[in-house]
């Protein structure tokens, strides 16, 4: 729950503009401090996955993929000034900028099915579409001056690639440890004990011990985490929770022209679309701030 918590907090604290725009500012602010952190720790540490404020550069690809579509939203938003207006469109593109250097991959396949569904639903707003494409084109050109960012491009579809060879058995144990738990899978955060000593295939890169290294505790996707940790009763919960939100925010955005509604649609669009090759949705920073987004879009604000 206490993952939650802030989703719970805004929607009883959020109640005017005045307290809507405020947090909102707060939060460009500190996207605005934490993204050139990670282009700075790129330029000037030579850090070749920068990650900011962040635990991992991972986490900051999720981040990243969080803070885009608020970056659009309050871009739009005609309770706030032209200046701050035209500030959070430099954010987006710090963002889109952050996340190429990232080196984050499930961020990156997510960021562009978010692009184009968001181009797709928008198609009316050409100002809007030829920013983010030329901001995107532009910035992408940029990051690929990086040899290592044409190398993590070339990895995407390799699957000798270590990264992804591992990836591809942890899921098969995991489906493995499924099949033996169908019900209620092992238990929650019990994968690690599960696939380190039992279901760990011997051909993965990586075993527990090996080099200091004492295992996985995620099998690198959301689905995979929960199906094997929850089984069907699991799985069933995690599905219709999502999907419940995924209406909601699609229905906001259809019946009521909500830009909030759109907002959050897309931001959870992100988070899913990452989760299938990251495990994102248990980790505490990324989901303390995805409710917190959630709880401020939904809030009933009153002029």
């Given at each position: 729950?206490?993952?939650?918590?802030p989703?719970?907090?805004?929607?009883i604290?959020?109640?005017?503009?005045?307290?809507?725009?405020?947090?909102?500012?707060?939060?460009?602010?500190?996207?605005?401090?934490?993204?050139?952190?990670?282009i700075?720790?790129?330029?000037?540490?030579?850090?070749?996955?920068p990650?900011?404020?962040?635990?991992?550069?991972?986490?900051?690809?999720?981040m990243?993929?969080?803070q885009?579509?608020?970056?659009?939203f309050i871009?739009?938003?005609?309770?706030?000034?032209?200046i701050?207006?035209?500030?959070?469109?430099?954010?987006?593109?710090?963002?889109?900028?952050?996340l190429?250097?990232?080196?984050?991959?499930?961020?990156?396949?997510?960021?562009?099915?978010?692009?184009?569904?968001?181009?797709?639903?928008?198609?009316?707003?050409?100002?809007?579409?030829?920013?983010?494409c030329?901001?995107v084109i532009?910035?992408?050109?940029?990051?690929?001056?990086?040899p290592?960012?044409l190398?993590?491009?070339?990895?995407c579809?390799?699957?000798?690639?270590?990264?992804?060879t591992?990836?591809?058995l942890?899921?098969?144990?995991s489906?493995?440890?499924?099949?033996?738990?169908?019900?209620?899978?092992?238990?929650?955060?019990?994968?690690f004990?599960a696939?380190?000593?039992?279901?760990?295939?011997?051909?993965?890169?990586d075993?527990?011990?090996?080099?200091?290294?004492?295992?996985?505790?995620?099998p690198?996707?959301?689905?995979?985490?929960?199906?094997?940790?929850?089984?069907?009763?699991?799985?069933?919960?995690?599905i219709?929770l999502?999907?419940?939100?995924?209406?909601?925010?699609?229905?906001?955005?259809r019946?009521n022209?909500?830009?909030?509604?759109?907002?959050?649609?897309?931001i959870?669009l992100?988070l899913?679309?990452?989760?299938?090759?990251?495990?994102?949705m248990n980790?505490?920073?990324?989901?303390?701030?995805?409710?917190?987004?959630?709880?401020?879009?939904l809030?009933?604000?009153?002029k």
């Amino acid at each position: 729950m206490h993952r939650c918590l802030p989703f719970f907090f805004a929607l009883i604290c959020i109640t005017n503009e005045i307290r809507l725009k405020n947090i909102l500012l707060v939060i460009l602010v500190t996207n605005m401090i934490n993204d050139p952190a990670g282009i700075y720790q790129w330029f000037a540490l030579n850090i070749p996955r920068p990650y900011a404020f962040n635990h991992t550069a991972t986490f900051f690809g999720s981040m990243l993929l969080i803070q885009f579509p608020v970056h659009l939203f309050i871009a739009q938003l005609k309770i706030f000034p032209s200046i701050i207006r035209k500030l959070a469109y430099f954010a987006c593109g710090l963002t889109i900028f952050s996340l190429a250097i990232s080196l984050t991959r499930g961020a990156w396949l997510a960021f562009i099915i978010v692009g184009v569904t968001f181009i797709l639903l928008e198609m009316n707003r050409k100002f809007l579409m030829i920013f983010i494409c030329s901001t995107v084109i532009l910035l992408t050109a940029a990051a690929m001056l990086s040899p290592l960012f044409l190398k993590t491009i070339k990895t995407c579809t390799d699957l000798n690639y270590s990264s992804n060879t591992e990836r591809i058995l942890m899921w098969k144990s995991s489906w493995e440890i499924f099949k033996d738990y169908p019900i209620h899978g092992v238990g929650q955060e019990m994968f690690f004990k599960a696939y380190n000593e039992q279901y760990i295939s011997q051909e993965a890169p990586d075993q527990p011990g090996k080099d200091g290294n004492e295992g996985h505790s995620h099998p690198h996707s959301n689905f995979f985490k929960i199906l094997s940790e929850g089984g069907i009763i699991g799985i069933t919960a995690f599905i219709f929770l999502h999907g419940y939100f995924f209406r909601k925010f699609y229905r906001m955005y259809r019946l009521n022209n909500s830009r909030a509604g759109l907002i959050a649609f897309l931001i959870l669009l992100g988070l899913q679309i990452e989760g299938l090759t990251d495990t994102n949705m248990n980790q505490v920073p990324i989901m303390r701030e995805y409710w917190l987004i959630i709880g401020i879009l939904l809030s009933p604000i009153k002029k």
